[in-house]
């Protein structure tokens, strides 16, 4: 695996000169807790042998809005909003309520203090 | 414009197998808008993998995030915490795991063609199916001890050999199979009533399966030639034993059909090939050492591509784990691919697009 380091200000510039939708495939979003920063990923695989996977990553602090890659990767918008809701991670136009129902408790993956 | 009607399908509704919601905006009976959620089954098993249990427990905890693809699961997730361990595991574990993968492959695909003969109004050959399938479920009893769920693949390699007598009785069963499976390839390729409602309906181009990350049958039917077996040797041999992709261009509900009876075939001469040449070795890699360090791992499930990310801090609980299920990726191509259809085919489109919202909501 490749890690690029990135930024949120930075970032729809990195994956955009990145991501070409004929060799890249968009795999998923993540989030690490990393003590009271939160490691953002996002993984692309490439689509000839090797196939090598590629992260980018930045690191967030709470209450941080991320934007959306909607508009470089179409799909994205699956893995923003699972992160929305599980991670209780503000992403740029993406509502709660996709993967877990719009009354849950927010982030029920965060890591109890 | 037409007068619109919204129609809700979901969370239970007779054409799904798993509690999924769409709503649908027709017009003049055709689909112009879908909107998806999928918050019915959420279990929090991503935090219990980090939180109750031991990353060696772990493997058996994956294997219930879905009971068509267990294998897969378990699979992925014991690959990737033999690379947080930094381990190698022998050959003839290596060809079991392929072995049973692709026995689940058989009857995943089974499962689904059958529910899109269901889906489609023809329930005769929903029955045949169903009842050709029953053969594979037998083999993964016999080769795991279970039908559905089987811990077959654990951190280090696998729980189970392969007794001489049961790998006779595979090629034995999947010889009885053949003919089963050419008049299973006849009656979906042929049938008139099932090529009226599944040609031409559910389309989604290569442009747009690219576009939207699609993967697995989804995307091959397609023609996107993306298949985790094609692009990774190193965890698991699949040129060695034959592999073969398999790719259609229509990208229709039909497509989707014929490029699953043709895997079917595929997964037959890899099991064959596999027990042919089954190396002689242990079964599993001892190790006292703790996961550390980070790694990912890509693998080719029934419905596509699996993803497991995992993340260890040298204790017995991993730091992270994150699953991310074939039918996750192809949410928003099966969102897209309704559009233009009429409404009256949602059902076989959605069964063709085989779904899996326990893997994806986990």
Known sequence: MKKIETNLADLKKDIGAFYKPELHHFIVMNAVQTGEKMELQWFFSDYAFPCETT??????????????????????????????????????????????????????????? | MGRQY?????????????????????????????????????????????????FRQVSFVVGRVCGLCSISHTTAYSQVAEKLLKIEIPKRAKYLR???????RIHSHLLCLSHVAENSGFEALFMKTMQYREFSMELLEAVCGNRIQYDFSIVGGVARDLKPETGQLILQRLKNFMPQLEELVGIYQHNWTLSLKNKGTGVLTREDAMRLNVVGP???????????????????PWKEVGFEMITDTAGDVHARNMIRLR???????????????????????????FPDGEATVRLEAPRGELFYYAKGNKTQVLERLKIKAPTFSNVAGMVHAFTGNEYGSAAAIIASYDPCLSCTAR
């Not at chain 2, 392929?98 to 689940?104: K, R, S, T």
């Open chain 1, 55 to 113: 992260c980018f990553y930045a690191l967030i602090s709470p209450g941080e809005e991320v934007p959306s890659i909607k508009d470089i990767v179409a799909s994205a918008w699956v893995a923003e909003a699972e992160l929305v809701d599980l991670m209780n991670i503000k992403v740029e136009s993406t509502a709660k309520g996709f993967v877990l129902e719009p009354d849950f408790e927010s982030g029920p993956l965060l890591k109890k203090k």
């Open chain 2, 98 to 104: 392929m072995l049973v993968i692709e026995l689940d």
């Open chain 2, 263 to 289: 895997e079917i075939g595929v997964s037959i001469r890899l099991i064959r090939n596999i027990i042919d040449g089954l190396p002689e070795s242990a079964l599993l890699t001892e190790t006292k050492a």
């Open chain 2, 218 to 236: 989804f995307a091959r039917a397609a023609g996107l030639a993306v298949d985790v077996r094609n692009e990774t040797e190193d965890l698991l």
């Open chain 2, 6 to 54: 919204e129609i809700p399908v979901g969370a239970q509704h007779i054409s799904l197998l798993e509690p999924l919601h769409f709503k649908f905006t027709t017009e003049n009976e055709r689909i112009v808008r879908t909107d998806a959620n999928v918050y019915y089954v959420h279990r929090g098993i991503e935090q219990a993998c980090c939180s109750k249990f031991k």
